[in-house]
């Protein structure tokens, strides 16, 4: 008997087009979010504690907007079969933004933030769509394999872009130099795109309109099916349930990184960048080992075994009093963390229908965009509440926003445990049910 193999969904430069993607939106996570903007921002443009209850309710804007558009959006995606032209859309947005936050300086507090949340609602956006083009290059038994290896290689173009705007911050330094490393982010993030936009073939077909009908009707009310459609996919809900909780911790720890390493060490921007570096290469590590193991313990398993690490991880930061122990903390959180979103990715396509995946990966979006609303904004607003207080019970200004730093920390803690706990009620986990797409070996 001849033994069966399987056609691949998509040739090696599709797939390859598709990696550099991820190389290009990590240099922005990488920069942006992660080294630079974030403790710019919060230490020069503001300053102080309220620099970080400003920098929390700017992430919250950006994703709540993020949260109500995607389902629709991931619709009329599905139906039209434009997830790429919409990716392109806002990919565009992201990137001019981020080339635009060059000319923020001190004090400008509201294009500072104004700029910084069209950059994220572009960057967030972007995602939901690039993630539903995972089902289009790989088979559900390879999507494990497939996405840890796109977080891996997203995690070494974050490291390349740092360790392009790293020489010019040691050696030059100032204000100037940190806005231009915005710049240069912004042009590697396009650049990287390319492949994916000239070489990546969309595989779903446009669907015929019903007469009377248009995109965005159709949209709608294919929407509401869905909606409705979704209780059936129990463990797809629970699974978002979950979702929606740990990934609070998740956001919460990048979003504020650089911030907590300001704070509690004066860390400074040539620091940050050095620690940044350390995520990003054990990041590496992270997403390919947890990518290749969840096809062996099953996603899951996988997953709950990286959120323990990553609660861990975080819990260490109430001990933490050197720099050098923060270094690594961050080099743990960085192997951890890109466990837990790689394998999320990966558990979106596998307990999804098949011809619905810009749709979930909607929902998914809905899930992980309305806890970024929400984590970000408790932690930037308790951290400066609480340095507050103990400020009026005689601390200095420093000590008490470092106080009120770390005791925020119980609020990541706390959003990692409860949806680690919901995670276990997920007992489903799709398997690859196309084996009619087996082919007899030549």
């Not at 290896?149 to 010019?168: E, F, R, Y």
């Not at 209780?231 to 990048?254: H, P, Q, S, V």
């Not at 507050?388 to 926003?401: D, L, M, R, Y």
Request: include cysteine; charged fraction near 10%.
């Amino acid at each position: 008997m001849a033994k069966k193999t399987r056609a691949p969904k998509a040739t090696r430069r599709e797939r390859w087009s598709w990696y550099m993607y991820d190389f290009g939106n990590s240099a922005y996570a990488a920069v942006v979010l992660l080294a630079v903007y974030s403790a710019y921002f919060k230490g020069q443009v503001v300053g102080g504690a309220e620099g970080s209850r400003l920098w929390g309710v700017a992430v919250g804007i950006a994703m709540l907007v993020v949260a109500v558009t995607s389902p629709f959006l991931g619709a009329i995606a599905d139906f039209s079969g434009t997830k790429k032209r919409i990716l392109f859309i806002y990919t565009s947005i992201a990137v001019s933004f981020t080339g635009l936050l060059f000319f923020v300086q001190k004090g400008d507090i509201f294009w500072g933030m104004l700029l910084f949340i069209f950059a994220e609602i572009g960057y967030r956006s972007a995602q939901v769509f690039y993630n539903a083009l995972l089902p289009e290059i790989a088979h559900l038994d390879e999507m494990g394999h497939v996405s840890g290896n796109g977080w891996a290689i997203g995690s070494l173009g974050g490291i390349v872009c740092l360790l392009l705007v790293l020489p010019l911050i040691v050696f030059v330094g100032g204000t100037f130099v940190v806005r231009l490393s915005l710049v240069i982010t912004a042009v590697f993030f396009a650049a990287s795109t390319v492949p994916l936009f000239l070489f990546l073939r969309e595989q779903s077909e446009p669907k015929k309109l019903p007469k009377g009908e248009n995109v965005f009707s159709v949209a709608v009310k294919q929407l509401g099916t869905t909606i409705k459609a979704v209780k059936n996919y129990k463990d797809f809900l629970r699974f978002i349930l979950a979702f929606l909780i740990f990934n609070d911790g998740i956001l919460m720890t990048l979003n504020f990184a650089s911030i907590i390493g300001a704070v509690l060490f004066g860390m400074t921007q040539q620091q940050l960048i050095i620690f940044m570096i350390i995520v990003q290469i054990t990041s590496v590590a992270g997403a390919y080992i947890f990518g290749n193991i969840s096809g062996r313990i099953g996603s899951k398993n996988s997953l709950i075994i990286s959120l323990i690490l990553m609660t861990f991880t975080v819990s260490l930061l109430f001990l933490v009093q050197s720099l050098t122990v923060f270094y690594i903390i961050g080099a743990l959180a960085g192997f951890a963390l890109t466990g837990v979103q790689s394998v999320s990715r990966t558990m979106v396509g596998q307990l999804s229908p098949p011809g619905q995946s810009a749709q979930f990966y909607g929902f998914f979006a809905v899930a992980g965009r309305t806890s970024s609303f929400i984590g970000p904004t408790i932690y930037g607003i308790l951290a400066a509440e609480t340095a507050k207080w103990f400020q009026a019970q005689g601390q200095t200004p420093v000590i008490a926003e470092q106080m009120g730093i770390r005791t925020s920390v119980i609020s990541i803690i706390a959003f990692l445990v409860i949806g680690t706990i919901l995670l276990l009620f997920v007992k489903k986990e799709r398997h690859d049910e196309a084996l009619e797409e087996l082919q007899p070996e030549v």
